[in-house]
């Protein structure tokens, strides 16, 4: 969600707020990555609260949190506007809990990490230079 909030606001700053509003609005699915930890600030509780309510009942909302819903309303950081936001979100939801070790744990331990470019460079040079 981070951002998503950064390019509301880059496009509001460069006047492309509308476009990007409604490119948002019309897309099938719409993911909110990482819900929380942060506190919203005054601006993004408004950027929700517009996307969510032009969203609400005609597209999907997909939310992926490692905080439970519960914790949502604080993540918010205002009373109205999360009651409002929340609403729209939960009400008429399906929610898949996920429980068990992180696939990227998992995922690191089955299959060596992949050398940096960094490295690699630092590995040709001292190929060359030996």
Do not use: C
Request: positive net charge.
């Amino acid at each position: 969600m981070p951002r998503l909030f950064q390019e509301l606001e880059t496009a509001r700053t460069a006047e492309t707020y509308e476009r990007l509003f409604k490119k948002i609005i019309r897309a099938d699915v719409l993911i909110l990555d990482d819900w929380g930890p942060d506190l919203m600030t005054a601006g993004q509780r408004r950027d929700l609260m517009e996307v969510v309510d032009a969203r609400y009942g005609r597209k999907a909302t997909i939310i992926t949190s490692q905080l439970p819903v519960e914790k949502w309303y604080d993540v918010i950081a205002d009373p109205t506007f999360a009651d409002a936001i929340l609403d729209r979100l939960v009400h008429r939801s399906h929610r898949v809990p996920l429980d068990g070790p992180s696939m990227r744990k998992v995922n690191s331990t089955l299959s060596p990490r992949k050398p940096s470019f960094a490295r690699i460079l630092q590995e040709q040079r001292h190929a060359t230079a030996g």
